[in-house]
């Protein structure tokens, strides 16, 4: 088959799951194009070095624009911190690398447009990294959504829940700064929820939000990731300038109305990304922490054992169970990634633009702004006005 060269800009915790994806493919999807791990950069020359050797890459680099203008690299992946994005996106679009970029798109709802524009505007295939879409159990509920099963659907409620920042000691890591982070839970946490509730019900109407940053201070890191951070002087402090958490209500354009509750202070919730639907024929629940299972119901069970159904959705739920393991064999998060990347290299080869895309990204975005801004007016906010 065909080959695909790669750069890759970052390396921390999603360059490590892209990179162990890339690997995985060509053992378990054999007869797609094969991905050639060529380049991966990162501004710490050491540490991106450790990396390569690490995730194995053939070779790394600490100059990005170096690297979007290879001619030998045909993908440009960027997993870079969200202020990153536009330019890396940009420019790679304009030497005509095909884009995967981690989700929230950009920065800003503007910022976001403009990389969708520059990537239509070179032909290139883009796709963004809501890597959710593609576990097992969601691709079951989106079949019976799609198929009717549920009927009409009147809620969507969702929650992503973490409290890895719970201890004001923790230090000041980027995704605590608007300036590169764009905003805390709800652009982190909250963006996943945001493309689920666009993947199974459709487009959100209006949103009325809040959220609150519940430690405003925190110690300045001496080293710092995107989840990890070491302090050095406990007594220099920052300014948290993003939210710690935030909840929003949302009317669909179909009518259904939605909950969203995005936080990083949940105390003893380490990921617990969940979602319920309300239907007029059934029900399904979500939960992340048990990634493979779908809880069903459905109105027309027999009154005697009627209830919340425990379904393992590894076969034949999937397009991918296949390629794995038997049936009742659970598969995990990283395999999310890979069945992304597959999407991704389909649509390469059948020259379609994946799904989804950088026009699911923007959508997205506007979503987060819109309720950004009902948070600052305290009202409604037309997603459309935006």
């Known amino acids: 088959m065909a080959k695909l060269n790669i750069g890759m800009v970052g390396y921390k915790f ?30 710490n020359t050491e540490a991106v070095s450790a990396a390569a050797e690490q995730f194995g890459w053939a070779e790394h680099t600490s100059d990005w624009k170096e690297l979007v ?33 981690e989700k929230p798109l950009a920065l800003s709802l503007q910022d976001s447009r403009d990389m969708l524009e520059a990537a239509e505007k070179s032909g290139v295939k883009h796709m963004v990294g809501f890597n959710y879409r593609f576990a097992p159990a969601v691709m079951l509920a989106k079949r019976l959504i799609d198929e009717g099963r549920l009927g009409d659907i009147y809620h969507f409620r969702a929650w992503f829940l973490q409290d890895w920042l719970v201890d004001p000691d923790f230090p000041l890591a980027w995704r605590m700064q ?28 209006e949103v009325i939000g809040m959220s609150e940053t519940f430690i405003k201070e925190r110690p300045l890191p001496e080293e710092t990731g995107g989840l990890s951070a070491t302090s050095g002087n406990p007594s220099q402090t920052g300014p948290v300038t993003v939210d710690d958490a935030t909840l929003f209500l949302a009317r669909f354009g179909n009518g259904a109305l939605g909950s969203f509750e995005a936080t990083r202070f949940a105390t003893g919730h380490r ?49 991918y169970a296949g390629v794995w393991w ?16 597959v999407e991704f290299l389909d649509a390469i080869k059948e020259d379609r633009q994946p799904v989804p895309n950088f026009n ?27």
Request: glycine content about 8%; some cysteine; overall charge negative.
């Open 326 to 341: 038997p049936a009742g064999h659970p598969i995990g998060y990283e395999h999310t990634f890979t069945h992304a990347f």
């Open 178 to 205: 608007k300036e590169i982070a764009g905003s805390g839970a709800h652009g982190d946490l909250g963006a996943h929820l945001i493309d689920m509730a666009h993947y199974l019900i459709g487009d959100i109407k």
């Open 14 to 43: 999603m360059g490590k799951a892209h990179s162990n994806a890339y690997r995985a493919l060509p053992m378990f999807f054999p007869d797609r194009i094969t991905p050639t791990m060529k380049a991966i950069c990162g501004r």
């Open 271 to 319: 990921s617990t990304n969940s979602f319920e639907i309300n239907g007029s024929k059934g029900s399904v629940i979500f939960d992340f922490e048990r990634m493979n299972e779908l809880q069903v119901y459905f109105t027309d069970d027999k009154e005697d054992v009627q209830g919340f159904r425990r379904v393992l959705a590894t076969d034949p739920a999937h397009a």
């Open 360 to 386: 699911d990204g923007v959508k997205c975005q506007q979503v987060l702004e819109a309720v950004e801004q009902s948070v600052k007016e305290r009202k409604w906010i037309d997603v459309s006005s935006l």
């Open 69 to 101: 203008s290879r001619d030998d690299i045909d993908l440009i992946d960027i997993n870079a911190p969200s202020n990153a994005h536009k330019e890396i996106a940009v420019a790679a679009a304009k030497a005509g690398k095909h884009l995967y970029c």
